[in-house]
Nanobody, 116 residues
Framework: QVQLVESGGGLVQPGGSLRLSCAASGFIFSSYVMSWYRQAPGKERELVANITRFGVTTNYADSVKGRFTISRDNAKNTVYLQMNSLKREDTAVYYC?????????WGQGTQVTVSS
């Protein structure tokens, strides 16, 4: 059974930090490009960051460059998103995604709220 389970979301003040984790099971983790997406209320889901199979290459949305860092640990089947200098506009549900040429999977999402 394939599972992507996100954790680490919550309420944080502007300027604060959070670290999201996504634990994968049921598939060969290292065969998939891993991504974090987010969806704010009333907006479309958008790509935040992704990382290639062995972590050689990462890509970020312009809105998070310099503040967020994506990483993965293939030994632990886990992908991370370190979020620093959080802004109110980072408030959203954050989703983990795994994709390969033959298909992909989504997690259930974790809420991140940036508010004072």
């Amino acid at each position: 059974q394939v599972q992507l389970v996100e954790s680490g979301g919550g309420l944080v003040q502007p300027g604060g930090s959070l670290r999201l984790s996504c634990a994968a099971s049921g598939f060969i983790f290292s065969s998939y490009v891993m991504s974090w997406y987010r969806q704010a209320p009333g907006k479309e889901r958008e790509l935040v960051a992704n990382i290639t199979r062995f972590g050689v290459t990462t890509n970020y949305a312009d809105s998070v460059k310099g503040r967020f860092t994506i990483s993965r640990d293939n030994a632990k089947n886990t992908v991370y998103l370190q979020m620093n200098s959080l802004k109110r506009e980072d408030t959203a549900v954050y989703y983990c995604n795994a994709v390969a040429a033959w298909g992909g999977y989504w997690g259930q999402g974790t809420q991140v709220t940036v508010s004072s």
